[in-house]
């Protein structure tokens, strides 16, 4: 089946370590994004790549680093500089610029203890 | 910029009863799409219904349909004879058209409690 598969569902951190989260895709989309949920703030974008080799900035992309080497994948790694970690992540994917339907993850809770 | 307002943040409804949920935004762009997400208790995102602000008929999917509002900037999103699995966050979506990047403005979301 196509989908998108962010792995690990949960992941717990201590502090002043990075973690990478990792999302893959089979769906063959070339856009893919990284949103991060908080309580009471909707989703925030952290990062997007609209093409292998290449990624963006989003809102929030302080803390973060991401990487785009292969069509399928986009990890995301949490750096220390992040301060406030704590937060539901999620993956998206789309096929592009000229379509618009966003395709998500079933996303990972990070949790620095 | 553009940004999203949902003004509910929790919202009830009875079984088989009708609900709208509110959405409002603000932008200085002609060509946009919106969007209606649900995020159930598994938190998978689910896209619901799709709006492209160029058409003027309202998008429906089944039970869902929306009442888009142009000038007014408003997008609400009716639920009619509501079941106990449309229990979720629903979130109200901006997309800027032929933007660089299909990327997503999202509201704070509504928590909807379906009552059996």
């Known amino acids: 089946d196509g989908g998108i598969t962010q792995s690990p569902k949960y992941l717990f951190r201590k502090e002043g370590q990075n973690v990478t989260l990792s999302c893959e895709q089979n769906?063959?989309?070339?856009?893919m994004y990284w949103y991060r949920q908080d309580p009471g703030q909707g989703l925030r974008l952290i990062y997007y790549?609209?093409?292998?080799?290449?990624?963006q900035k989003g809102d929030i992309a302080e803390g973060y680093s991401v990487s785009r080497e292969k069509k399928e994948s986009f990890p995301l790694t949490v750096t220390s500089a992040q301060k406030n970690p704590t937060a539901f992540y999620l993956c998206?994917?789309?096929?592009?610029?000229?379509?618009?339907?966003?395709?998500f993850g079933q996303g990972t809770r990070l949790t620095v203890v | 910029a553009q940004t999203v307002t949902q003004s509910q943040p929790e919202m009830s409804v009875q079984e088989a009863e009708t609900v709208t949920l509110s959405c409002t935004y603000d932008?200085?762009?002609?060509?946009?799409?919106l969007f209606w997400y649900k995020q159930p208790p598994s938190r998978q995102m689910i896209l619901v219904i799709r709006?492209?602000?160029?058409?003027?008929q309202n998008a429906t999917e089944n039970r869902f349909s929306v009442n888009f509002q142009k000038a007014a900037k408003s997008f609400s999103l009716k639920i009619s004879d509501s079941q106990l699995g449309d229990t979720a966050m629903y979130f109200c979506?901006?997309?800027?058209?032929?933007?660089?990047?299909?990327?997503?403005?999202f509201g704070t979301g509504t928590l909807l409690a379906v009552q059996p």
């Open positions: 998206a994917s789309s096929l592009g610029r000229l379509n618009t339907e966003a395709f």
């Open positions: 769906l063959n989309h070339d856009a």
């Open positions: 790549s609209q093409i292998v080799n290449d990624f």
């Open positions: 932008t200085s762009e002609n060509n946009y799409y």
């Open positions: 709006q492209e602000a160029y058409k003027q």
């Open positions: 979506a901006f997309m800027k058209h032929g933007g660089a990047t299909n990327k997503l403005i």
